[in-house]
């Protein structure tokens, strides 16, 4: 019998599906790039039927070369919002969570009192963590596509029930529904909620545990994946708490950085101590809470400057190597990474980016640079609020993820943070994490606590601060970043509106 298990992490620039033996050992692995459609201010989709063609694309590639598989989870990027006809077919592109079109909708039905919206639900009223308000958005602005839908759920939902024809939601995605209580005990929709979101339970697929088996394969799925039939499927989790599953974060006050699309550091909690500057929700393991502090767009940045700004960079490391050409501080560049607006800690859908401080004299080099130091920034603030909020400042902070293996960049981390931070020696473990909840799925380990369960060593060194003058340096320079905002935000307001659709498009 094959000891392979498939673990697929389907994010918003990329899929990776990931094949590992049971000890958690990298057998296999096919990525595929992601088209995101941005056809409007303030609007980021993925088409659908695409992204399920990329993901049986990925599967063919990594079975042909590591043989079957015993089980499969999902990771997924969270949330995006998908709707369903009675057929299962989706009947528009999913929304990202990098959607800010609902931004407004979210303050005209949760009032200007968001302490007391946070009271019903554990999390401050947004569109990342409440997409609900994207339903609400078809209802109001494509009402006859809206007449077609019969049930709503997140991507891994949607690739489940490509794979197995069964449809499931789990705790980790329906923290940011916007439909529960994410403090209680038990995961569990509330009717009162259903209602101020307008939101008929029929819509909502049942709750289940990622880990729990979904179903299997089935005849439709194998055809196209070239997986045998029945291969049980775990509807698996958000792809951060996959991430955090699999490197063992179980205590409260553990934490780590998530390098993708989105930057985000995430901290245990044995208890729902939340903060409103963070996304919350479950974590896969009974009594544990996750408090993710989000930036949309921290490694996107880096994205957008080699597709839209220097197509003729190819890479992160180019970009680094320029980066190298200016010096710590940029010249007195600073850059706001407000890409896709902001979550943590600004949470401003219609924020946006910029440079700031440029003259004749600068290059290039230090605009990249300032990109790379922005970020870090940025991550300077979340950690700020997790101080205030848990009297709590880490020694060291580890990152995984498609950008945590850059020296440089986690140089200018230690350097900013002022602790020090650990480069990857295993990037891919939210799709471990997925395989790992395939393989408690199929009974291939015995549950969440089983200590068969490989946790994976995720830093290989740590890159220590440097000197006094370099802290300085960027402590001065922080206080400009952290000023800028605030003083910005009116403006970038009023550019925002005057760059948005006149007419809505039809569905």
Partial sequence: M?????GIDAGTSSIKVCAFDGAGKLLGKAQRSVPVITPFPLWVEIDLERYWELVTEAIREVTARVGPAAAIGLSTTCPTTVVLDADGTPLRPGIVYLDGRADELVHEVTGSDA???????????SPSTCWAANLLWLQRHEPTLWQRVRKVCMLNGFLGLR??????????????????DVRAP????????LRLWNVEQELVPPLRSGAELLGGITSAASERTGLASGTPVSLGVADTVAAAFAIGMRENGEAFESVGTSGVIT???????????????????????????????????????????????RSLPELERMAQESVPGSNGVVFLPYLAGERSPIWDAEA????????????????????FEGAAFGLRQILQRAEAQWNWHPAKLVGVGGGAHSR?????????????????????????GAALLGGIASRRYSGLDDPALPTIQVASQYIKPGTPERRALYDRQFSV????????????????????PRERPSP
């Fill in 115 to 125: 302490v007391a919206y946070q009271g019903r639900t554990g999390n401050r009223a």
């Fill in 352 to 371: 946006s980016a910029a440079w700031i401080g440029l003259r004749l004299s600068h290059t290039r080099a230090d605009m990249v640079r300032a990109v």
């Fill in 163 to 180: 794979l197995t024809g069964v449809l499931g939601l789990d705790p980790t995605q329906a923290s940011y529904s916007g439909l529960m």
């Fill in 2 to 6: 094959t000891d392979v298990l498939l």
């Fill in 267 to 313: 901290f245990c909690l044995d208890r729902p101590d939340f903060d409103s500057c963070f996304l919350n929700r479950y974590h896969i393991l009974p009594g544990r809470w996750l408090a993710h502090g989000a930036m949309s767009t921290l490694g996107g940045c880096f994205g957008w400057l080699q597709s839209k700004v220097w197509p003729e960079v």
């Fill in 481 to 500: 970043f952290a000023s800028l905002y605030p003083l910005l935000a009116p403006s970038m307001h009023t550019l925002g509106a005057s760059t948005a």
């Fill in 186 to 193: 038990r995961p569990c929709l509330s009717a009162d909620l």
């Fill in 408 to 432: 440089f960049w986690a140089q200018i981390k230690a350097d900013v943070l002022q602790l020090e931070y650990g480069m990857a020696e295993f990037t891919d473990a939210s799709a471990l």
